[in-house]
């Protein structure tokens, strides 16, 4: 498939009716179907987001990419949480319970980057509760992993939140805040060991969690491109030592050429046009780290008939649970 062909094909949005189907949400890059209010089917949409906004353009197969790489980590926490995810019927779709979303999202931290070294660079040294140390400079280690939790907004920014702020504000009790606080470690110690046995750094990344039946799940997506960002391992000293940005695997590139064209989700703020090379350096970002994370070449997935093809898929999965 040539880049022109693969600019045309990309699943931008999906409108199914299910059996025993109880509600629908659009999310930023998710289509969510819920059944019988008791199961979800997600489909990964090709739709990219960057400071809480829809980008004009989608982005084909990041939704495969998204899927699998979240599908792949469910499996290998599973030992470490309960998850949500039962099963993948189609690349771009997972079936799993509905839990009762914890509002707060749990971001585990190893490097000065992003969001944390922009605060750092107006002089903060405070992150949700964090006392960072004088004399970092941009992407460095951190003295050890931190958690810098995010309040879940229905819309809107995201706002940081310390771990005594959850608890003053009531948002869960101590004892499960605890207990999300040591099961984000210890997600982020395994995705750590994952990624640096395929010559990666794991930077930082998001953890949601949800309640079924009283237990603790891990919900969304786990270790994607879309909630976490990675360093090459092999340059990363180098490159720290000389004061070069380093090569990185995640969204953050698309952040970056936004702000180069005027936009971060101010308002007055116009989204730029978003050249056919620019979203083909995106599908190309997305499949390099797939490629890095699984070790395996992707199988593109046909964008003909997907739609019927996507939902024979699904229907056929449904009927295990009626």
């Known amino acids: 498939m040539n880049s022109e062909a693969r600019h045309m094909k990309a699943l931008t949005s999906t409108n199914y009716f ?20 008791d199961l979800l089917v997600v489909v990964a949409c ?3 987001s960057a400071f809480d906004h829809v980008l004009p353009k989608s982005i084909p197969f990041k939704g495969q990419v998204l899927n699998e790489i979240a599908a792949l980590f469910l499996e290998a926490t599973s030992d470490i949480v309960p998850n949500w995810k039962i099963s993948t019927p189609d690349p771009q779709v997972t079936i799993g319970h509905h839990c009762e979303a914890i509002p707060i999202e749990f971001v585990v931290r190893n490097y000065l980057t992003g969001h944390a070294w922009r605060v750092y660079k107006e002089g903060g040294r405070m992150l949700c509760g964090n006392k960072l140390p004088n004399g970092l400079k941009e992407n460095d280690r951190l003295p050890q992993p931190i958690i ?19 608890l003053d504000n009531k948002l869960v009790s101590k004892k499960q805040l605890d207990k999300l606080v040591e099961t984000a470690f210890a997600l982020f110690e395994r995705g750590k060991e994952y990624a640096a046995d395929r010559g990666l750094i794991l930077v930082d990344t998001k953890y949601e ?19 976490s960002r990675f360093f090459y391992l ?4 180098d490159l720290q030592a ?39 350096s995106i599908t190309d ?17 046909s964008y003909e008939n997907i739609i019927d093809d996507m939902e024979a898929a699904i229907n056929e999965e449904l009927t295990k649970f009626e």
């Open 18 to 37: 299910f059996k025993n189907q109880t509600n629908f949400y659009r999310g930023k890059v998710r289509d969510v179907y819920s059944i019988k209010d």
């Open 46 to 48: 090709d739709r990219i």
């Open 148 to 166: 810098t939790p995010a309040t879940k907004a229905s819309s809107g920014h995201d706002e940081d939140i310390s771990l005594d702020a959850i």
């Open 209 to 227: 969690f949800g309640k079924k039946d009283s237990k603790i799940y891990l919900i969304d997506e786990v270790h994607t491109p879309d909630s």
């Open 234 to 237: 092999d340059s990363y000293e």
């Open 242 to 280: 000389k004061g070069k940005p380093q090569r990185q695997l995640s969204k953050e590139f698309v952040r970056e050429w936004l702000m180069e064209n005027g936009f971060q989700g101010l308002k007055g703020e116009v989204v730029p046009d978003m050249p056919d090379a620019f979203v083909q």
């Open 285 to 301: 970002r997305y499949t390099e780290l797939y490629e890095a994370m699984t070790g395996a070449k992707i199988k593109h997935r």
